[in-house]
């Protein structure tokens, strides 16, 4: 269990946007920063951060929370995962007691997996490190890639004895159990023996953007015919290779900051490369690359520049990850290698100035590149020049921004030598097919939203949850604030005619809203707020400094993201822009006692109407027995609701 103080000290040293900022691509939206959600697939941004109230909202999925729940949704923290994790980034030491045994069993299994990955992360270092094998079979190969002593512990390289079962038979001696040593793949179990899978390998661990080890990547040093080269961890609950990519942990601020991504084939080659300098590179691990590590780089930067070896077969199968980039919108330059060369064997050779310069120098948008290629191959056969065009053209078809795809064509029309006429029919044929296809989706979901709009009756806005909704956005954001409030006292004239005379008070926000609901005897008809409602008056009355952020982290997560919810809904708007179009809205701040009042009187008066609504329908109900009482409770309420809604200038 981590110590309370502890905790506290994590939570006020903490910043939510240099924490979201480490995994997500953030841009300053007026007081807050904007960027597109780490949880769905999107191209404008919903995600939203405020500094100020150190909260987080994704109105893409309905997310929200504070710090610590920002990492418990991302990268799947428990709690006190959570808190470890900020106390390490921002250098704090954390009270901790031991873990008792049924503490440790209460683990979640997908959190066993981590601590099994972790475990065996520490145990192959150390066998490369600390054992006479190691050093002189997997340091030994290291060394001879050129990777320095500092580069091999910054990628936490390790290394696995040439021996079927001594890092299981370590596993299990240290506690760990069978059932998440196979499911992690790290051990191979079968009916009469278990082997470790990665025998005599040197390992790559590789990480999540937060640093967390979901899986390995092995690599054998003998020449064995029946053995893969390389070897993955098979999938698991922690570890999906589609959504992953290599070096992302030590690469993403580098990413950030330079607004480019280099994006090359194998383990080695994005070490090399960091080793000499350049660190905003990662690798697809030599799996296919997918729209999910695209995306993971989305966050980060717009920008991909994606690094080819001299093998030409090699370059081609690579060019159909490119329009997967283009589709994401994002922006693809491509980068070769002499013939022979690969990112890993270049980097070794060139300092890091020489290896800078070649890649500006040699860094060609993704449509010279691919013209050039393709080119050489169909130059001088029709049939396959016609091929390579609509191949090229049907990538820039990808593009979602017109402009660049009209750029596109007109280069494309220049290195191709053909009219730019004939490219754009081209264009239009692949658009009009694309679009075909996506019409018949659409009339899909048309119908069935066609049957889902017969089967339910279209809902009626909640009047009361709106209010009620509103008035707990108002305790937490201004609830300590002191105010002039006019009140309204309700007088007879000399006419005998009902009347509200304004008077001035000065309140806390709290005590008024507190005591306004408690005079009119209003209730909250939604047991969640009101039970909300209550926890932060009690709060309030208790803290005269009362702090929102540490009231956040206080309350459970369901609550928190509803509190999050209600505080960042006005934030929704900053997304659009506004300003850019000549349009301020007007800051709540300098009108809180008028929000306030405003938004009292129009409960009382949505209430009232609720009560005149009640009396009429008893009024139908006994016809032949019409009460004057209840007339006459009629007649007073609707000219109350009268003078109310005259006071909120509102015309029934």
Request: charged fraction near 30%; aromatic fraction near 10%.
């Amino acid at each position: 269990m981590i110590a309370q103080s502890s905790i506290d000290q994590v939570f006020e040293t903490a910043r939510v946007e240099e924490v979201i900022g480490d995994f997500v691509n953030l841009k300053k939206a007026g007081s807050n920063f904007k960027g597109l959600s780490p949880f769905s697939d999107e191209r404008t941004p919903s995600f939203m951060v405020s500094p100020v109230k150190q909260i987080w909202k994704d109105f893409s999925t309905g997310k929200g929370g504070n710090v610590v729940a920002f990492l418990m949704e991302h990268e799947h923290f428990t709690y006190p995962e959570a808190i470890k994790y900020l106390a390490k980034k921002y250098n704090i030491d954390i009270e901790e007691t031991q873990q008792t045994n049924d503490q440790k069993e209460a683990a979640n299994e997908r959190e066993s997996l981590y601590l099994v990955s972790e475990f065996a992360n520490d145990y192959f270092q150390k066998i490369l490190h600390k054992t006479d094998q190691g050093k002189s079979i997997g340091l030994s190969y290291f060394k001879e890639r050129g990777f320095t002593d500092e580069i091999i512990k910054k990628f936490n390289l390790g290394y696995s004895l040439d021996d079927w079962q001594a890092f299981t038979d370590e596993a299990l001696k240290k506690g760990y159990n069978i059932e998440y040593l196979e499911k992690t793949g790290l051990t191979i179990v079968k009916p009469d023996k278990h082997f470790d899978r990665f025998k005599g390998r040197v390992m790559f661990p590789i990480k999540s953007m937060s640093g967390r080890v979901l899986g390995f990547g092995g690599r054998i040093l003998i020449n064995d015919k029946k053995a893969a080269k390389y070897l993955n961890s098979p999938e698991s609950d922690i570890y999906h290779k589609s959504k992953v990519l290599y070096g992302i942990y030590n690469a993403k601020q580098s990413i950030a900051k330079e607004d480019n991504c280099y994006l090359v084939e194998g383990y080695t080659d994005v070490i090399q490369f960091h080793q000499t300098g350049i660190k905003n590179v990662v690798s697809s691990s030599g799996t296919a690359l997918t729209s999910e590590q695209i995306r993971l780089i989305n966050r980060l930067t717009k920008n991909i520049t994606v690094l080819f070896d001299g093998d030409a077969a090699g370059m081609r199968a690579s060019l159909r990850g490119i329009d997967l980039i283009l589709e994401q919108g994002m922006n693809v330059k491509v980068c070769s290698f002499p013939e022979g060369e690969d990112p890993d064997s270049f980097a070794k050779q060139n300092t890091l100035e020489e290896l800078t310069l070649y890649l500006e120098e040699n860094a060609k948008d993704f449509i010279q590149f691919k013209a050039g290629i393709l080119h050489e191959d169909s130059k001088d056969d029709p049939i396959k020049k016609a091929e390579t065009v609509r191949d090229i053209v049907n990538s820039i078809s990808k593009i979602p921004d017109r402009i660049k795809k009209e750029i596109y064509i007109q280069e494309c029309a220049r290195i191709m030598d053909i009219s730019e006429e004939v490219l754009f029919s081209t264009l239009a044929q692949i658009n009009k097919k694309d679009f075909q296809n996506q019409n018949t989706q659409l009339k899909k979901e048309h119908k069935v939203f066609e049957v889902i709009k017969h089967q339910e009756p279209v809902k009626k806005v909640d009047v009361q949850y709106v209010l009620e909704r509103k008035i707990i956005e108002i305790l937490l954001l201004y609830g300590n604030k002191v105010e002039d409030f006019e009140d309204l006292v309700l007088k007879e004239n000399d006419a005998g005619d009902l009347i509200l005379e304004p008077i001035i008070q000065q309140a806390k926000v709290f005590e008024k809203i507190y005591l306004d609901l408690q005079d009119d005897e209003m209730q909250f008809s939604n047991e969640h707020f009101k039970n909300l409602y209550y926890t932060i008056i009690d709060a309030l009355n208790q803290n005269p400094e009362f702090n929102l952020r540490m009231f956040i982290n206080s309350v459970n997560q369901e609550t928190a993201n509803e509190i999050t919810t209600i505080l960042m809904e006005d934030e929704r708007y900053a997304l659009d822009n506004w300003n850019r179009m000549n349009i301020y809205p007007k800051e709540k701040l300098n009108t809180v006692s008028q929000l306030v009042s405003e938004t009292i009187l129009s409960l009382r008066c949505f209430l009232i109407d609720q009560k005149v609504k009640e009396y009429q329908q008893e009024t139908l109900q006994n016809k032949n027995d019409v009460n004057k009482n209840i007339l006459e409770e009629v007649k007073d309420y609707s000219g109350l609701k009268m003078l109310l809604s005259r006071k909120l200038n509102r015309v029934l």
